[in-house]
């Protein structure tokens, strides 16, 4: 079964009804003091449960529905590094590289990449204790699939449930939380290096300044974790990266509601997240940076 988590804009906004109602207004103070502490322990469930800890494949590779950007080589992380992970952080971490990689050249159908990949992941996934996702009804299935970039996605969809329903079942919310930021790191760094040229018309540009938001809860995520050795190093390892993403500026917008085609009402706007040039140059060389010393092993 695929897990369906919370998502974050309704965190969000959970968080922000909260902050207007303990604003409210002294002589409510008391009355609503049980009912805000109720609602406080229910958003913080929220967070701990549902939080979107593990991009799906479709959702980290929408972006590939742009015409103008292609698949390029020598972008995804050398097979050749695994023999640099020696310790469970580097291993879990670099776990979610190689996975966005898979999912990253499925996304264009690139079997044989994507081929490599999955083995590299299948090792890792031994090395921390989750090798039993890694079935041999999937491994048929990934050896047989040749040269079709539909059932190349369906498979690295199928997997990142397969481990989000495994590690969720085992408690694992470290693990899941490292594999969440290696998986994110490797699609950024993809993405950024994905786009030539500057252009704020660029739906592209838009999506790597909404990663803001993605930045943001990410880290909180690491902070509550942070008594872990692992987690901490991770932390500062981000840091950069978040403070990068700290210097965007967000604009308010026009409400609008459009309609899908399954004929759901969508309501937009209220927030746009700005990024200039200067502000796209600082985290492509930022994320760069960041991905390449993990994937390196070089921070520790």
């Known amino acids: 079964m695929k897990i369906k988590a919370t998502p974050l804009y309704a965190i969000v906004a959970a968080s922000a009804l909260m902050t207007l109602q303990s604003c409210a207004g002294d002589s409510n103070n008391q009355n609503n ?15 701990e449960n549902n939080f979107y800890l593990i991009p799906s494949p479709e959702d980290l590779f929408a972006f590939t529905k742009d015409k103008n950007l292609q698949f390029v080589p020598g972008l995804t992380n050398p097979v050749e590094n695994i023999d640099k992970y020696i310790d469970v952080k580097s291993k879990e971490i670099n776990f979610g590289t190689y996975t966005a990689d898979m999912a990253y ?22 090395a921390i204790g989750i090798g039993n996702v890694f079935n041999q009804s999937l491994v048929n299935r990934i050896e047989n699939v040749k040269e079709d970039r539909d059932s190349l996605k369906q498979i690295s969809s199928d997997i ?8 969720d079942s085992k408690n694992r919310a470290k693990t899941m939380t490292l594999i969440s930021t290696g998986g994110w790191l490797e699609f950024l760094y993809i993405v950024v290096n994905s786009v030539d040229k500057y252009s704020e018309d660029n739906p592209t ?5 909404d990663q803001k938001i993605i930045c943001d809860n990410l880290m909180l995520r690491l902070e509550q974790q942070q008594a872990d050795p692992g987690i ?4 500062t390892d981000l840091t950069p990266l978040k403070v990068a993403f700290d210097e965007l500026t967000v604009e308010n917008t026009q409400a609008k509601a459009s309609t899908s085609n399954s004929g759901a009402i969508k309501v937009g706007g209220g927030m746009k997240i700005k990024m200039t040039e200067n502000n796209f140059n600082k985290i492509k060389e930022t994320i760069t940076s960041v991905r390449n010393n993990i994937t390196i092993n070089n921070v520790k």
Do not use: C, H, P, W
């Open 105 to 126: 050249s499925a996304a264009f159908g690139k079997y044989q990449e994507s081929l490599k990949e999955f083995k590299v992941v299948r090792q890792i996934s031994d």
């Open 33 to 47: 003091q049980q009912q805000q502490e109720q609602e406080q322990t229910q958003n913080n469930q929220t967070n």
């Open 232 to 235: 901490k190093a991770t932390i």
């Open 205 to 209: 540009i838009q999506r790597i300044a």
């Open 160 to 167: 990142y449930y397969d481990i989000q329903n495994f590690l």
